[in-house]
């Protein structure tokens, strides 16, 4: 009855004097009860501490971290409980929640110093030196001569000097400096996902895709809205000429990160090359030769990185190149693009015959030999031996060329070249000139001769052109028997008359013309 008086009191009491009703009698037995509760939670929560500690001990962290966190819930401003729950949680790689539950520590009792400690490592762990450099501070000015904090301290300095190299690296496009630099410092900062990322896009820009990807893809399977990540799997695949794809990421990553710059830049990059190759392609097939010249050279600026795309520009562009009769200028472009990509046959195959076509022969036979041992076909074993056999006909004295023709000659276009040459280093016509000169025209006159010879005989101009030797003909134009060129001289014009000269030139008479300079001269039958 008392009770219910007291209730009616407590109702009917005006609402700015309820404080001053204090009725602690009827609650006692309640705050008892609290009181009674909150110790046995503390029990319990010690209970699950303990078991959590014997589980931590044997590795068996997901066991310990369910403990730990049934010890928190029973008693959740105990700092130790946050604390160790914190030590699991990095001992399983969960370094941002052993973050945040070593920060909750810190904030129930300043002066946890593993709780300070566990903090600073945890930052390290995800890269963030200062933050981490911070924290050790505070365990030193707790405990001065705590050895763990003095050398966390140093790692932090380390990896802040890491950044600092890597970033003047990045500026100057020391790719392989900053991989060194990230390397070690994930060796520290191992869950850091910025030095990660760094490291994977420096990867790409050096060509080491399947590194990058695998770099990226691992940061994907923990987030897979990481735009940063989603950037990298972009940069590769647009670097390995899989453009439709590669943009496909790139959309991706701005859709979660719309202030992505680089992948923005990588974005319309990427359609602006596939853009320009395509016209190039177009201007190719269209005969257009100029213009696909000029767009293939437009394309090779638009992102030097990009090295796998820009070996097949150079390389199409040499192919242009060699529509346009610039030779030398398509070999130029094949050597970039096997300098750009060292596994690419098709630009070798090219090279190689271009210098067949200016007869390099050697480089020729070293570029088919190169592909031969990369792809051993048929076909490239074909174009192997033909260059072979090239070079060894390059060797030899090129008959074509002493007579000054073309190697599809007609009878007709060699005789009359014979004789044109031979009137001209005949010596007889160059009696009057020095020792040396009538030596010199006296070999000529003997190569004409030969070149004749065998030019001029079907079955030994068949044998010459196939590559085959010679000197098993055993006459003229092998090198050896008793080859004279007055007799082949001789034979061509007639065998008129005697020589009027030393060489018994043929029934022609070589004299100096009286109306003539210096070396002219006239020929008339005997």
Known sequence: MALGNSVTRILSAPLGKMAAVDIDMPMEPESGSQIFNLMDLEREAEVFKEEGNAFYINKAYSEAFSC???????????????????????MLSRFREALEDSQQAVRLDECFMKGHLREGKCHLSLGNAMAASRCFQKVLELEPGNMQAQQEHKNASSILEFERVAE??????????????????????????????????????LGRYPEAQSVASDILRIDSTNADALYVRGLCLYYEDCIDKAVQFFVQALRMAPDHEKARLA????????????????AFKDCSYEAAYRLYTEA????????????????????????LTKLDQAIEDCTSAIKLDPTYIKAYLRRAQCYTDTEQYD?????????????????????LKAAQLELKKSKRKDYYKVLGIGKNATDDEIKKAYRKRALMHHPDRHSAATTEVQKEEEKKFKEVGEAFTVLSDPKKKCRYDSGHDL?????CG??????????????????????????GGGGYNFESSPNAGPGNFFFQFG
């Not at 030097?304 to 520009?313: D, R, S």
């Not at 000197?471 to 006459?475: A, F, I, V």
Request: net charge positive; with cysteine; glycine share 12%.
């Open 267 to 282: 974005c319309r990059n990427a359609k602006a090359l596939k853009a320009k190759k395509e016209e190039g392609n177009q």
């Open 363 to 383: 480089d020729a036979v070293r570029d088919y030999e190169k592909v031969y041992q990369t792809e051993k076909t048929k076909e490239h074993k074909q174009l």
């Open 68 to 90: 730990y966190s049934k010890a928190i819930d029973a008693c959740p401003k105990n700092a130790s409980y946050y604390g160790n729950r914190a030590a699991t949680l990095m």
């Open 471 to 475: 000197d098993d003909d055993g006459g």
């Open 168 to 205: 003047s690296g990045f500026e100057k496009r020391d790719f392989r400096k900053v991989v060194y630099c990230m390397d070690r410092a994930l060796g520290v900062a191992s869950a850091c996902h910025r030095f990660k990322i760094l490291k994977a896009e420096c990867l790409a820009l």
């Open 300 to 323: 090779l600026t638009i992102d030097p990185n990009n090295i796998k795309t820009n070996a097949k520009l150079y390389c199409n562009r040499g192919t242009a190149g060699v529509k």
């Open 478 to 503: 092998g090198g050896g028997g008793d080859f004279d060129a007055n007799n082949i001289f001789r034979a061509f014009f007639g065998g008129q008359g005697q020589g009027q000269g030393q060489g």
